[in-house]
């Protein structure tokens, strides 16, 4: 069963620590009280993070898995929707790794 794998329970929703939740149906990252819609962008990469979670994905390994190939955007559209992303999250959940790529960090 896919959603007892992710941890995903019946209203759609993961833990990603013990602030912060994601809910997949509504695309929408739950810290404390607030929540923060995301674009269907900022959710493609979220849940591409939350897949490969503690593993190291360089930009291009981001772009080539969430976006059609003849629509790839730059690195620095990436950039800038990680960024985006961390403002939402805790600022430690995304870590970047220079010249590397980015690690999404979740215990």
Same mark, same amino acid.
């Given at each position: 069963n896919i959603k007892r794998l992710r941890q995903i329970d019946?209203?759609?929703?993961?833990?990603i620590d013990k602030e912060l939740s994601y809910n997949y149906e509504r695309k929408v990252i739950i810290r404390g009280n607030e929540e923060f819609t995301l674009s269907k962008i900022e959710s493609k990469i979220l849940e591409y993070f939350l897949k490969n979670k503690n593993k #190291?994905?360089?930009?291009?390994?981001?772009s080539v898995n969430n976006w059609v190939y003849d629509e790839i955007p730059e690195s620095t559209t990436i /950039? #800038?929707?990680?960024?985006?992303?961390?403002?939402?999250?805790n600022d430690e959940t995304i870590t970047t790794l220079?010249?590397?790529?980015? /690690?999404?960090?979740?215990?």
């Open positions: 019946n209203h759609g929703q993961i833990k #190291t994905l360089s930009i291009d390994e981001i /950039r #800038t929707y990680i960024k985006n992303l961390r403002k939402k999250l220079k010249g590397i790529g980015y /690690r999404f960090n979740v215990t």
